[in-house]
């Protein structure tokens, strides 16, 4: 009865132990133009889905920066990407989005797409480039069931790089009014002595936590 | 004492057969996947060409689906033909000023003045282990017909569509929802080509300017 009880308590301290490992980030920020926002103007945060690239972005990070960029005191309106590229049906899809500012005006001047813009109160673009990989690991770590109990041991240990990069448009203007980068890098690890105690390095949510908040600034912030 | 001891070797056996269960719940879940695409496919934002466009479906298209068996890697099927419908009424619908479905292309009666009858040529798709990537792609060729308003064939064109899907999107188990992801991304690539490319065939700018003789409607964009 003792057992049980042993794993539990040490399950417990493993959980209310904040189990994160190290990260390092750099946000970079190039301004090309002034920025603003009125209150009832939007932004929408697109990832290139540009064929036949495979170093695509990932959901989760466009999730994640627009959720931020909602959030907080100083939350703004974002468009959903998928709502986006529905209501703009086809103009933004792999095969048809402006790949740089000087294909902007034949979107921005046709008339029916220039109302749509209009409905959404779009006034940003920001496309995403980038992704969160893995560059190192190392270590090894076996685990084993037996009718005496299961457990695990050895020690595991890998480096992920995130490198981002936001280029922001002006609708209002059709140019480009600056670009954000965000990278970061982190190793996390697990030893592993009956339990595996993973200390995981959040680097993607790293690096989406500073694109955000920059990208408020950056926006918001008259220079 | 001796049932407590019984008890927890029962309960140990349990939780190891469940275990058993699991592992090979997970590795018959290894190989292949049937996945059909969702009706979710969006209405193209252009200006409408003032026509009416017969469509007509056939059966074949309808009941399409790509069966395909990969060595080591087990069967798989995507289900094309249910989202067919839902696919040339949105992309039509967006296209032109009216959409009506005909019973066969070459009779399409006095009401529309030009039947569209597309069909799959063919279907392609692989998986993140045969590229050695995260993605799952797909390809779809398809052939377009193009019907006059007295049922003569005015041309023909093909179209090829791609979609991918990065398995890392979703998740442990990814193979069904990226698969579908892939295929949902290649048919509305088809549309988005379509949209883009249907003025420019020649064959299509020909019986455009018959119908639309005296208009000035035939920009891609067609900016009114």
């Known amino acids: 009865m003792k057992a049980p009880n042993g794993i539990l308590a040490m399950l417990s301290v493993v959980l209310s132990v904040p189990l994160t490992g190290c990260v390092t980030s750099t946000i970079q920020e190039v301004r090309e133009a002034d920025t603003g926002m009125e209150a009832h103007e939007s932004i929408v945060v ?29 939350g703004i309106k974002v468009i959903d990407e998928d709502e986006f590229r529905d209501a703009m049906f086809p103009w933004f899809e792999p095969r048809t989005a402006p790949a740089n500012t000087s294909d902007l005006p034949e979107i ?10 209009e409905e959404l109160g779009l006034r940003y673009l920001v ?28 020690f595991l240990t890998w480096e992920n790089d995130s490198s981002y990069e936001a280029s922001v448009w002006d609708i209002r203007s059709g140019a480009s009014v ?21 200390f995981i390095a959040r680097v993607r949510s790293s690096a989406c936590n500073s694109m955000a908040d920059q990208l408020k600034t950056f926006l918001t912030t008259e220079s | 004492m001796r049932e407590e001891r019984l008890s927890n070797q029962s309960a140990r056996r349990r939780s190891l057969q469940l275990l058993a269960l699991g592992v090979v719940l997970l590795l018959g879940g290894c190989g292949g996947a049937s996945v059909s695409v969702p009706p979710a496919l969006p209405i193209p934002l252009v200006d409408r060409l003032p026509l009416a466009m017969g469509i007509y479906l056939s059966q074949e298209l309808l009941d399409y689906a790509h069966q395909e068996t990969i060595e080591g890697s087990g069967d798989w099927t995507i289900e094309f033909g249910s989202a067919q419908t839902l696919m040339f009424d949105n992309l039509l619908g967006g296209m032109f000023d009216a959409v009506r479905p005909v019973a066969a292309p070459d009779a399409p009666g006095g009401d529309v003045d030009g039947v569209l009858a597309p069909s799959i040529e063919e279907v392609q798709f692989s998986t993140p282990d045969q590229t050695r990537s995260d993605y799952f792609e797909v390809w779809v060729r398809y ?56 003025r420019t065939v020649p064959a299509v700018q020909g019986w455009l300017s018959a119908e639309l003789r005296g208009s000035d409607t035939l920009t891609i964009r067609g900016s009114s």
Request: charged fraction near 20%.
């Open chain 2, 143 to 198: 052939r377009f017909q193009l019907y006059g308003r007295d049922g003569g064939l005015v041309g023909e064109w093909p179209l090829t569509a791609y979609g991918k899907a990065n398995a890392r999107n979703y998740g442990m188990n990814s193979r069904e929802p990226a698969l579908q992801a892939a295929a949902l991304a290649a048919m509305r690539d088809a549309m988005a080509f379509f949209t883009v490319q249907f």
């Open chain 1, 178 to 198: 600056g670009k954000i980068s965000s990278d970061a890098v982190g190793t996390s690890y697990m030893p592993a002595v009956i339990v595996p105690l993973p």
């Open chain 1, 46 to 74: 697109l990832g290139r889905r540009t064929l036949p690239s495979t170093q695509e972005t990932e959901f989760g990070f466009v999730d994640c920066v627009t959720r931020n960029m909602r959030g907080g005191s100083r």
């Open chain 1, 127 to 154: 496309w995403v480039e980038g992704d969160t990989d893995r560059t190192e690991a190392g270590g090894s770590l076996t685990c084993s069931v037996t009718t005496a109990g299961a457990g695990c041991f050895g």
């Open chain 1, 108 to 117: 921005i001047n046709q008339p029916n797409l220039a109302k749509r813009l």
